[in-house]
C-alpha cells in the first residue's frame, strides 16, 4: 500500500502559499506601475513615494522566499 502524505505537507512542499502570494504581489506591483504611469507629469512626491515603496518591498519578499527555499544554506556553517 502507498504511503500518503498529508494536504498539508503536500502544500508546504510545493510552497504554495508563498508562490501565491508571489503571483498577488506581481499584480498587484504592476497595477500601481500602470496608475503611476496614467498620472503622467501630474505624479505627486507621495505617489512616486508609494509606487517605490510597493517595490521595494517585492524585493524584501523575494529575498525571504529564496532564503526560506528547500536548498537554502540557512543555519548551516559555511
Known amino acids: 500500500m502507498e504511503d500518503k502524505e498529508p494536504l498539508y505537507i503536500k502544500l508546504h512542499n510545493w510552497r504554495f502559499f508563498p508562490r501565491v502570494f508571489s503571483i498577488a504581489y506581481l499584480y498587484f506591483m504592476f497595477s500601481a506601475l500602470a496608475w503611476a504611469k496614467n498620472l503622467g ?33 540557512k543555519g548551516t556553517n559555511l
Open 41 to 73: 507629469n501630474e505624479i505627486s512626491v507621495e505617489a512616486a513615494g508609494l509606487v517605490a515603496t510597493i517595490v521595494t518591498a517585492g524585493a524584501a519578499w523575494f529575498k525571504f522566499y529564496v532564503e526560506t527555499g528547500p536548498g537554502s544554506n
